[in-house]
């Protein structure tokens, strides 16, 4: 706790100072036959939350007002195509796309890219997200919300939030490679997918509890997140003493996210408590997997999660745990995945609910965890060169595992926990073996 009461006031005393706040409206105005927008199912089941990914670049030409006034236009151009994230929630199953716009934040800090790079502080990248300026609360309904700070060495970095309700990471993508490609000044040869969702799952009628049950968003503040780093080297080492007990070649992410698992289930427990059952959702890619496949620039959600249990102790070794996520993957294509191609979807997605709802009433320890390895948020460019490092801060909800691909081909895990969990697991040797701890940005 001293720790991070330390590293919260030193984020106190960099001073963040927003210049302008701005709505950025579609260049052209959504007709009116366009202004409501049908949600699918699954965006139903996503709670109005926003998501956010921070992108830092280093000091480059042009100026920052005029990087500030490109990043605007191209998002007005851009908000063009994606005209539903320019409007607002209208009802469970409806956005009012009435061109409202999207939030946009203009800021400056009295640090350097370099003092925010060293060791990152949670603390202080919050301050970078748009949801920290204290107007923003009033623009809660707001579906997209971007801040873009300069640093005192010339450095900048560009927030996108936008909400869960509408997006998951390949259409924050497809947003992405949308409005750089309007900053350079080119035109997308294929307009977004708007439709796609609520095509292949229509709309239901919900009851309220099924709602509910879908994604746990209850927040706390008795939670802590931590950045661990896998190189490349350390995931091979990995993999080759995992792969040694399995029948196949596991992956990058099943190999990192079984350490992790492991350990936290460690610091959870201690030394004289019995052990408790756990589970594991994990968020699968639907795209690839639908007839036809749908197109990566689809707007919403496309991703369901699936479970991976561990029953008892024996279970806690790295080949077991890798071998029931592969399977527990296979199980979910092969029955769920195909079976979601049916009657629109609704009746695996009424059945996962209640089973994941039998999973919480259970005693079980449960973790979350999203992968965007493999997603190219590497090649983010606005016109003034590829970002250094992109993270994503988590401010909702404890027991969660974000994982993304580091530029030498390892991977990078934020890892949110009870503080006295994390206390233990952050000191974890069998984690520290494969993991630095927090290293910093190399520039």
């Keep these: 706790m001293k720790e991070e009461e330390g590293k919260k006031k030193m984020s106190e005393e960099i001073k963040f100072e927003v210049e302008q706040r701005r709505y950025i409206k579609p260049s052209i105005a959504t007709p009116p036959h366009l202004q409501i927008f049908k949600l699918s199912l699954l965006d139903q089941l996503f709670p109005n939350i926003h998501g956010n990914i921070t992108f830092f670049f280093p000091h480059t030409l042009p100026h920052f007002s005029t990087k500030s006034q490109l990043l605007q236009t191209s998002l007005s151009h851009t908000l063009t195509r994606f005209y539903p994230l320019a409007g607002n929630l209208h009802s469970a199953t409806t956005l009012h796309c009435n061109d409202v716009g999207a939030l946009f934040i203009q800021s400056h800090t009295n640090t350097s890219l370099s003092d925010i790079l060293k060791a990152p502080n949670f603390h202080t990248l919050q301050c970078l997200l748009p949801s920290t300026d204290n107007q923003t609360s009033t623009n809660a309904a707001m579906l997209l919300l971007v801040r873009f700070t300069s640093f005192r060495c010339g450095g900048t970095a560009v927030t996108i939030s936008l909400s869960h309700k509408i997006a998951d990471i390949a259409a924050v993508i497809a947003l992405l490679k949308t409005w750089t490609a309007a900053c350079a000044g080119e035109t997308p040869t294929r307009d977004p997918e708007l439709a796609a969702g609520a095509a292949l799952f229509p709309p239901r009628e919900l009851p309220a509890p099924a709602v509910t049950a879908s994604i746990n968003t209850a927040s706390s503040e008795n939670f802590t997140s931590r950045r661990f780093v896998f190189e490349a080297s350390k995931v091979k080492a990995l993999k080759k003493r995992i792969g040694e007990g399995c029948a196949f070649e596991p992956s990058r992410v099943e190999v990192v996210l079984a350490l992790i698992w492991k350990c936290a289930l460690s610091a959870s427990r201690s030394e004289t408590a019995p052990f408790k059952r756990s589970v594991l959702f994990q968020a699968v890619n639907l795209r690839p997997r639908m007839e036809p496949a749908v197109a990566d620039g689809a707007l919403g959600n496309f991703v369901w999660p699936f479970a991976v249990t561990v029953e008892e102790e024996a279970q806690l070794e790295l080949q077991v745990m890798v071998k029931r996520m592969r399977e527990s993957m296979r199980e ?30 259970k005693n079980s320890v449960v973790y979350k965890c999203s992968s965007w390895c493999r997603f190219p948020l590497g090649e983010v460019d606005f016109g003034w060169g590829e970002a250094v490092w992109a993270c994503s801060v ?8 974000a994982l993304m691909d580091t530029r030498d081909g390892g991977v990078e895990a934020f890892v949110t926990l009870d503080h006295h969990h994390m206390l233990l697991f952050q000191q974890h040797h069998h984690l520290l073996h494969y993991a630095l701890l927090n290293p910093s940005v190399i520039l």
């Design 332 to 361: 979910f294509v092969e029955s769920k995945a195909e079976k979601l191609k049916e009657d629109g979807g609704f009746g695996v997605v009424m059945e996962s609910l209640k089973e994941r709802g039998e999973v919480m009433k």
């Design 394 to 401: 988590n401010k909702m909800v404890s027991n969660t595992i």
